[in-house]
């Protein structure tokens, strides 16, 4: 089973600021296999970016993925008030398809 | 639109079977383009997934949950299903249906429904 490590569990910016976010991954796979969701609070998750830099129908250019090998990056630009939520890295290079444990992006 | 609406008991005693439903428009459970899963949340907590169907009746389970966990289509109602057998407290979760890519993926998810195991 592959595992998924994202970091930082809790990320505090402003509105307008830029964040990072980490996704480790216990081994290496092709990048076609990565993933990021993103969940508001009483919602389910919405899947932003597939194949770890594609983004998905409707998704706002400010999100963009990176990465390749053991480590991944969600990058979010000029944070929005409708950002502030938890995002999930997910892999489907092999069965069972894993999440991270989410790192949540909370108003400062 | 494809929309995925999950329905079921949200109250199952310990001991017995889950079985939650999920109601697929604006596409079929027979095409050949996507998997059907089924994924859970505990409250607070991060995504498990815990199996898929395919439209030729295929599935593939967590091994976490493979002993007790059954995923079923209906093509007639355009429907899946989710048995999950012999529940504790611990599998007290928001389960929610999805569309799975080709590549296992999820584009489209259900509203998610909270199941809690109680006595």
């Known amino acids: 089973e592959i595992l998924l490590t994202q970091s930082p569990g809790t990320l505090s910016l402003s509105p307008g600021e830029s964040a990072t976010l980490s996704c480790r991954a216990s081994?290496?796979?092709?990048?076609?296999?990565l993933a990021w969701y993103q969940q508001r609070p009483g919602q389910s998750p919405r899947l932003l970016i597939y194949?770890?830099?594609s983004r998905a129908t409707g998704v706002p250019d400010r999100f963009s993925g990176s990465g390749s090998g053991t480590d991944f990056t969600l990058t979010i630009s000029r944070l929005e008030p409708e950002d502030f939520a938890v995002y999930y890295c997910?892999?489907?290079?092999?069965?069972?398809?894993?999440f991270g444990q989410g790192t949540k992006v909370e108003v400062k | 639109q494809v929309q995925l609406q999950e329905s079921g008991p949200g109250l199952v005693k310990p001991s017995g079977t889950l079985s939650l439903t999920c109601s697929l428009s604006?596409?079929?459970?027979?095409?050949?383009?996507?998997?059907w899963s089924w994924i859970r949340q505990p409250p607070g907590k991060g995504l498990e997934w815990i199996g898929y169907i395919y439209y030729t009746g295929s599935t593939d389970y967590n091994p976490s949950l493979k002993s007790r966990v059954t995923v079923s289509l209906d093509t007639s109602n355009n429907q899946f299903s989710l048995n999950l057998k012999s529940v504790t407290a611990a599998d007290t979760s928001v389960y929610y249906c999805?569309?799975?890519?080709?590549?296992?993926?999820?584009?489209?998810w259900g509203q998610g429904t909270l199941v809690t195991v109680s006595s």
């Open positions: 997910q892999q489907y290079a092999g069965s069972p398809w894993t």
């Open positions: 081994q290496s796979f092709n990048t076609i296999f």
């Open positions: 194949a770890t830099s």
């Open positions: 999805a569309r799975g890519t080709r590549y296992n993926y999820f584009d489209y």
């Open positions: 604006g596409g079929s459970v027979d095409s050949g383009s996507y998997y």
